[in-house]
């Protein structure tokens, strides 16, 4: 079994800061990626940002250069730093991690809980 914990969501001002942390644990052969999506009130699930173990990054249009994801590989954690705030960035932010619990078997997807982000004065 694999186990993703979020941290860090909340109520954050316009123009705050916030940063998000997932740590992965559990049945863990290799992890390819880890990132994070958002799903607004009536909207669909989008991709936030995601880096490979690597170190390669991928960010969503809407929030390049306002947040940045990093990974801390010796502890299956992901975080996600999001700076200047916007009502629009208000949703359920979900962790995300593409792994293997096996060797020689298949890369699978795990979904955190989710963690509220709500911007707002």
């Known amino acids: 079994q694999v186990q993703l914990v979020e941290s860090g969501g909340g109520l954050v001002q316009p123009g705050g800061s916030l940063r998000l942390s997932c740590a992965a644990s559990?049945?863990?052969?290799?992890?390819?990626?880890m990132g994070w999506y958002r799903q607004g009130p009536g909207k669909q699930r989008d991709l936030v940002a995601r880096i490979t173990t690597g170190g390669s990054t991928t960010y969503g249009p809407s929030v390049k250069g306002r947040f940045t994801i990093s990974i801390d590989n010796a502890k299956n954690t992901v975080y996600l730093q999001m700076n200047s705030l916007s009502a629009e960035d208000t949703a359920l932010y979900y962790c995300?991690?593409?792994?293997?619990?096996?060797?020689?078997?298949?890369?699978?997807?795990?979904w955190g809980q989710g963690t509220q982000v709500t911007v707002s004065s």
């Open positions: 995300n991690v593409v792994l293997m619990t096996k060797p020689y078997t298949s890369y699978s997807n795990y």
């Open positions: 559990g049945s863990i052969f290799s992890i390819n990626n």
